[in-house]
């Protein structure tokens, strides 16, 4: 039985998390991903003195490249976003893109978490991902627990343990 797939756009911060503990893996199982030309930036253009693409970086690529990220770029950043994140930060750009076409958001930091909130806009963190997989059988309880403390300095207290 397909499930449905849940249309959300994702932020650089959830990417490089849920690639740092090997989850990126399942992201298409569960949502029809899209990505701002903010965000790509944010992950692909790295300085040239970097002798390599980070891992994160690469697969975000391949993915864009396959078409399993569709980029989608806002029409006008509102103000109470502006007032909310950081200015020219991908965050305000997806979080854009989830009010005016009614998407989720993938995403892991602090302001837009609370935005999210405040604005009924659906919301998954890193953690939120990782308490699916493991509600699904698809990881154990302890390496759910691995990835949870592996992320704790990346992300939000209040989603940690």
Known sequence: MNKQKIKAVIDSSFWTNINKVNLARYLLD?????????????????PKKELYTPKDADLFKTYIDAGLITLINPLEI????????????????????????????????????????????ILFTSIHFIYILYKENIISKQDALDKIIQLKKSINSRFAL
Do not use: W
Not at 31 to 43: D, H, I, Q
Not at 80 to 103: C, F, P
């Open 30 to 46: 569960y949502f029809e991903l899209y990505s701002t030309e903010k965000v790509r930036e944010e992950l692909l253009d790295h």
């Open 78 to 121: 509102p103000k109470d976003i502006m007032h909310q994140v950081s200015v020219d930060s991908g965050e305000m750009y997806v979080l854009t893109i989830a009010k005016e076409r009614n998407m989720g958001v993938l995403l892991d930091d602090n302001g837009p978490l609370q935005y999210c909130e405040k604005n009924k806009i």
